[in-house]
């Protein structure tokens, strides 16, 4: 099981938050598996922090490959997935992320109960 993290579930792992689940930590951790990052989660924080709605530091693409975690662009195919989604979720970013996560088959690590609403999405 590969993952990919949610936005949220990498701002606490870059910052090694204690709001970081004891599993998610034990998951990201693990050797046997291949732990992603959108570039959509590069995106969100950008634009919320330019916005003044988070706090993150600057360099987030260079910490991300820093701690040993994949970059994973957002291609065509995902932003075509997109508009077979249900609409259980109005957050866009959330949203690229989900159907990432369904063409990739990846587990998305993420704290949002409404992500597990959409069919062929595992969530931890």
Do not use: C
Not at 29 to 51: G, H, Q
Not at 87 to 108: G, K, N, Y
């Amino acid at each position: 099981m590969n993952l990919l993290l949610d936005t949220h579930v990498l701002l606490w792992w870059l910052a090694d938050s204690h709001r970081l689940s004891a599993r998610h930590r034990e998951l990201i951790l693990d050797a046997k598996r291949r732990v992603f990052v959108s570039s959509v989660s590069v995106a969100e924080i950008s634009i919320k922090s330019s916005l003044g709605k988070l706090d993150a530091p600057e360099g987030v693409a260079d910490a991300i490959t820093s701690s040993g975690l994949e970059l994973l662009a957002f291609d065509a195919a995902h932003a075509e997935a997109l508009r077979e989604l249900p609409w259980h979720h109005r957050d866009p970013f959330d949203r690229m992320l989900i159907a990432q996560a369904q063409i990739e088959r990846l587990t998305l690590l993420a704290v949002d109960e409404r992500i597990p609403h959409y069919p062929g999405i595992t969530t931890e």
